[in-house]
T-cell receptor, first 114, second 118 residues
Framework: GQQLNQSPQSMFIQEGEDVSMNCTSS?????WLWYKQDPGEGPVLLIA?????ELTSNGRLTAQFGITRKDSFLNISASIPSDVGIYFC??????????????FGKGTKLSVIP | KAGVTQTPRYLIKTRGQQVTLSCSPI?????VSWYQQTPGQGLQFLFE???????NKGNFPGRFSGRQFSNSRSEMNVSTLELGDSALYLC?????????????????FGPGTRLTVL
């Protein structure tokens, strides 16, 4: 099935550094989402973006919905050890019959060196 | 409020067997979606159930099936297991879209069932 192109695949950063990751798609999505998955857990929603060009913050996280509706980025400022995990982007579009389907990127594995 | 629960958490099967996984959604949630997560393919949508009916389906073979009960609990079944079916199977629940004012109907994920096929 279709997937989003998410980069980078993995990152090793020093505690306190800023992090940036992005997602691109060949097709348009109505909503962009960013999730974080910790080991042994399911993904947890971090930020949802609803409009092209929208810039949204959630604490140290900032995400933007691209103008073309085909891309999004996530920034994490001043990283801390608990930021470790896998970050996924996801695009959502209406599939009909009241159903909204998510398409996921392959994830960015973040490691933070204390 | 309790989160999405999935049972069992871990399962080991052999090729050719079949398996049934269970998902209990958050109380009041009527939609349940299933995803397969593998290192190579990432998170792939399997299907979604709402009010005991499948209303969306991903690109998986017919060996993968599911159902939803009147209490919104859902099960998925995989028949004639193959080695490539080894994966983390995630269930996500969401509230009825028509009752949500925001433009996104958030899906809450369970911890998953880790299936290993030998």
């Amino acid at each position: 099935g279709q997937q989003l192109n998410q980069s980078p695949q993995s990152m090793f950063i020093q505690e306190g550094e800023d992090v940036s990751m992005n997602c691109t798609s060949s097709s348009i999505f109505n909503t962009w989402l960013w999730y974080k998955q910790d080991p042994g857990e399911g993904p947890v929603l971090l930020i949802a973006l609803y409009k092209a060009g929208e810039l949204t913050s959630n604490g140290r996280l900032t995400a933007q919905f691209g103008i073309t509706r085909k891309d999004s980025f996530l920034n994490i400022s001043a990283s801390i050890p608990s930021d470790v995990g896998i970050y996924f982007c996801a695009g959502q579009r209406y599939s009909g019959a009241g159903s909204y389907q998510l398409t996921f990127g392959k994830g960015t594995k973040l490691s933070v060196i204390p | 409020k309790a989160g999405v629960t999935q049972t069992p958490r871990y399962l080991i099967k052999t090729r050719g067997q079949q398996v049934t996984l269970s998902c209990s959604p958050i109380s009041g949630h009527r939609s349940v979606s299933w995803y397969q997560q593998t290192p190579g393919q990432g998170l792939q949508f399997l299907f979604e159930y709402f009010s005991e009916t499948q209303r969306n389906k991903g690109n998986f073979p017919g060996r993968f099936s599911g159902r939803q009960f009147s209490n919104s609990r859902s099960e998925m079944n995989v028949s004639t297991l193959e080695l490539g079916d080894s994966a983390l199977y995630l269930c996500a629940s969401s509230i009825d879209r028509a009752r949500v004012l925001s433009s996104y109907n958030e899906q809450f994920f369970g911890p998953g069932t880790r299936l290993t096929v030998l």
